[in-house]
C-alpha cells in the first residue's frame, strides 16, 4: 500500500549557492524568521515569479532549505552544528561535504538516491534516468511523487558537478569527478552523516568509507578518522575487522 511507504521529503532541486547562503546565515546568528524572509527575497527573482503562493516551488524550496540547515530534526542537530563549527572556517568551495550530508540525513530520499547512483556507477561505470527511476520506485512505490523528485535529486548531482550527461546517450551520467577529503576532521563528519542516514548502529569503517552513497568523494579508510573528540567511535569486531559507530549524544 502507497500509505505504508516511506515519505520522500526531497522534491525540489537546490542550487548549492542557495544552500550555502542558508548554512551562512545560520552562522551569522541570524534568527529564524529572518532567514526565512531572506531566502525568500534571495529566490523571489528565481522560482515563482510574481507568485505569493505559500505552497509554490519558492516556498517548498525554501521550506527544504530551513529543514536542512536551519530548523533541522532535533535528533540531527549535533550533525548540523558540527557541520557548521567546521565550514566556519572553510571557504565556500569546501562545502560540499557537509551540504551532500546533511541533505542525506534530513532527507533519506536524498541517501537512497545517492545509494543507488553510486552502485550503478561502480557496477557499470554510468547510471541512467530509467535505472535510478526503477530503483526508488522499489523503495518508495510507483508515485508520479518518486518519479519527480527522482528527476530533482538527479539535477542536483548534475548542477553540483558531480555526474555529467554523456553526450552520445541521453538520460545516462557517468562520473564527473571524485573530491579527495584528505582532512580527517571532514571526512569523519561526512562519514557520521552517511551512517545516520543509513539508519544503522554501525558499519566496517572500510565498507563505510567506501559506501556507494559517497560516491562523490574518496576517503582513506583508517583510525586517523577516529580523533579525539571527533563524532565517530571505533572498535574492533572480532579479530580483524574494525568498526565504528556513532559516539551517543
Not at 63 to 76: D, G, N, Q, Y
Not at 154 to 166: N, T
Request: glycine share 8%; proline share 4%; net charge positive.
Amino acid at each position: 500500500m502507497n500509505e505504508d511507504r516511506p515519505q520522500v521529503g526531497f522534491n525540489r532541486y537546490l542550487k548549492l549557492e542557495w544552500l550555502d547562503y542558508a548554512a551562512s546565515l545560520m552562522l551569522a546568528g541570524t534568527p529564524v524568521a529572518q532567514i526565512k524572509l531572506a531566502l525568500e527575497d534571495l529566490l523571489k527573482d528565481q522560482l515563482s515569479v510574481g507568485s505569493q503562493a505559500v505552497r509554490g516551488s519558492r516556498g517548498k524550496t525554501v521550506s527544504m532549505l530551513l529543514s536542512i540547515w536551519v530548523t533541522a530534526p532535533k535528533s540531527l542537530l549535533w550533525l548540523r552544528d558540527s557541520a557548521l563549527e567546521q565550514m566556519r572556517r572553510l571557504p565556500a568551495a569546501e562545502h560540499l561535504p557537509f551540504h551532500w550530508g546533511m541533505s542525506m540525513a534530513v532527507y533519506p530520499f536524498f541517501g537512497m538516491a545517492a545509494e543507488s547512483a553510486g552502485r550503478a556507477l561502480h557496477l557499470q561505470g554510468s547510471v541512467s534516468v530509467g535505472l535510478l527511476k526503477t530503483r526508488l520506485c522499489e523503495q518508495y512505490g510507483q508515485r508520479e511523487t518518486v518519479l519527480r523528485s527522482t528527476r530533482y535529486t538527479l539535477q542536483c548531482f548534475s548542477s553540483w558537478g558531480l555526474l555529467h550527461e554523456v553526450k552520445e546517450q541521453s538520460g545516462v551520467y557517468d562520473l564527473s569527478a571524485r573530491h579527495v577529503l584528505q582532512e580527517a576532521r571532514i571526512a569523519a563528519w561526512l562519514l557520521a552523516a552517511a551512517l545516520t542516514s543509513s539508519g544503522v548502529q554501525m558499519a566496517a569503517l572500510k565498507s563505510l568509507a567506501q559506501s556507494p552513497r559517497l560516491f562523490p568523494f574518496q576517503i582513506e579508510a583508517g583510525r586517523h578518522l577516529i580523533e579525539e573528540g571527533g563524532p565517530l567511535e571505533y572498535f574492533r569486531q572480532g579479530l580483524d575487522e574494525e568498526m565504528v559507530t556513532v559516539k551517543s549524544k
